[in-house]
């Protein structure tokens, strides 16, 4: 079955501080995985996409495959990172999305 | 340019009544999605058309529901004889293609709730 897993439905830290938002999938195939965003008052918006390998607004994913998982990470959290994140997986031309984690940045 | 646009932004349904959503895509955007949003849950994939064909109906959780994109552009989500698990925000998205390479554009939603 096509899966993606947020374990964590918040996570609270400190401005300055690294963050590291889990997501695993479950897919029989080769995975093509995202990261979107929604600030608040704020339609979702695509943050990144693994085959891009790119890093936005100091964001970066790896996809491991040997673990069936591609985390979120940030090296310095910034109060404006405070949003929902969600981690979504194209399959059959559809994106699956986890549940999602709420990240609070506090001052 | 304009973004993903969807009408009414909130409903209020009386159990049993009918609703039509209506997104306005991108223009020249091929392909168009419709994704429900429970509260605290992540979207869940309902249906997809590219151009005025439904190519994927399989998220459809009952026959109440029914989308049509007649022209290829406006799409509207109908659900017919509503019920409170209706409640959820609905969202739209388009895309220039169906791949990976293509990004969703998403639209504000539409909140209903069903008393």
């Known amino acids: 079955a096509q899966r993606v897993t947020q374990p964590e439905k918040l996570l609270s830290v400190f401005k300055g501080a690294p963050v590291e938002l889990k997501c695993n999938y479950s897919y029989s195939g080769s995975p093509e995985l995202f990261w979107y965003v929604q600030y608040s008052r704020q339609r979702l918006q695509l943050l990144l996409r693994?085959?891009s390998r790119e890093s936005i607004k100091g964001f970066t994913a790896d996809l491991n495959k040997g673990e069936t998982s591609f985390h979120l990470k940030k090296p310095f959290a910034q109060e404006e990172d405070s949003a929902m994140y969600y981690c979504?997986?194209?399959?059959?031309?559809?994106?699956?999305f986890g549940q999602g984690t709420e990240l609070s940045v506090k001052p | 340019g304009a973004g993903v646009s969807q009408s009414p932004r909130y409903k209020v349904a009386k159990r049993g009544q009918d609703v039509a959503l209506r997104c306005d895509p991108i223009?020249?955007?091929?392909?168009l999605f419709w994704y429900q949003q429970a509260l605290g849950q992540g979207p869940e994939f309902l249906t997809y058309?590219?151009?005025?064909?439904?190519?994927?109906k399989s998220g459809l959780p009952s026959d109440r529901f029914f989308a049509e994109r007649p022209e290829g552009s406006v799409s509207t989500l109908k659900i017919q004889r509503t019920q409170q698990e209706d409640s959820a925000v609905y969202l739209c998205?388009?895309?220039?293609?169906?791949?990976?390479?293509?990004?969703?554009?998403f639209g504000p939603g539409t909140r209903l709730t069903v008393l």
């Open positions: 223009s020249g955007h091929v392909s």
């Open positions: 058309f590219q151009n005025e064909a439904q190519l994927d």
């Open positions: 693994h085959i």
């Open positions: 979504a997986l194209l399959g059959g031309g559809k994106l699956i």
């Open positions: 998205a388009s895309s220039s293609d169906r791949g990976a390479y293509n990004e969703q554009f």
